[in-house]
């Protein structure tokens, strides 16, 4: 960023499952003067397994860097940026929270879900303030995610037209954040899935996940 872009870069790094993690964000930029006129909500991971078979400590974990932290930090940087007349928030939400639920990942849809509505409701909260709230709600994204959760193998059973690049995916989430959308699901077959779990009975489309899911996940 630096050499490319000629710009101030300030590296805070923070493990966003321990609770005071947010406070200690705010306050390391706060020490340095420094204000945030825009934040992304990215941090997240996905926790394969069903419930039953995954420790509560690691559920806890992943409930507080995607949902809980979230939240925190959020409500940290707003008040500043309803100050200040200008703001730009992004929660990375996901196509996910849009689908009814599916086995394995079993908080992943449900705090994505979370994300959606709690955008929403910012995006109304803080209309005319000058800040912008949008959710962004990308399908399969080409990144180091599914390497890192360890099921690259199953989602590369996909076909191609699922995926989208990450580059793709952040263009779209800017675009909506300075249109003020409230919610921007990227890619036109994402648009399409997201319009059929409207229409579809929630029962038909578990049946068919049911038949279907371990091709991409683990059970």
Known sequence: ??????????????????????AALADAIAERRRVVDAVVNNAGYGLPGTYAHTAWSDQQAFLQVLLVS?????????PGMVERGF????????????????????LYGPTKSFLVKFSQSLHLETLGSGVHVSALCPGFTYSEFHDANGTRAQTARLPGWMWQTSQAVAEAGYNAV???????????????IAAI????PDSWILSWVGRRASRWRDL
């Open 1 to 22: 960023m630096r050499r490319d872009f000629g710009v101030e870069v300030m590296v805070l790094p923070a493990d966003l499952s321990q609770p005071q993690a947010p």
């Open 70 to 78: 979230v939240c925190d930090l959020t409500h940290r940087l707003l």
């Open 87 to 106: 703001g730009r928030i992004v929660n990375v939400a996901s196509l996910a929270g849009l689908a009814p639920g599916m086995p394995s990942h079993t």
């Open 178 to 192: 300075e249109a003020n959308r409230a919610v921007r699901i990227t890619g036109a077959p994402n648009r399409l």
């Open 197 to 200: 779990c409207k229409l579809v």
